[in-house]
């Protein structure tokens, strides 16, 4: 998955894959960033996903696909 992705998906999440895959990131360190707070994250019983929207936000994306110069992530 890539930020066009991202941005042209209907899904209301993404999986913690799809999005290690998105940054550039290994699975776990998404994980402890969900944990630590600076993802949001949405648990359905036993899994972890993130919602699409806030995370665009979060990566500074809006939802006509324009990339801020801000909103850089340290993950």
């Given at each position: 998955?890539?930020?066009?992705?991202?941005?042209?998906?209907?899904?209301?999440?993404?999986?913690?894959?799809?999005?290690?895959?998105?940054l550039g990131v290994d699975v776990r360190t998404v994980s402890r960033a969900m944990?630590?707070?600076?993802?949001?994250?949405?648990?359905?019983?036993?899994?972890?996903?993130?919602?699409?929207?806030?995370?665009?936000?979060?990566?500074?994306?809006?939802?006509?696909?324009?990339?801020?110069?801000?909103?850089?992530?340290?993950?």
């Amino acid at each position: 998955m890539d930020l066009d992705d991202l941005v042209k998906s209907n899904a209301a999440v993404v999986t913690v894959a799809q999005a290690a895959d998105l940054l550039g990131v290994d699975v776990r360190t998404v994980s402890r960033a969900m944990n630590n707070g600076d993802l949001p994250v949405l648990r359905v019983g036993r899994r972890l996903l993130i919602p699409r929207l806030p995370l665009m936000a979060h990566l500074g994306v809006g939802t006509a696909g324009s990339a801020s110069s801000e909103g850089a992530v340290a993950v």
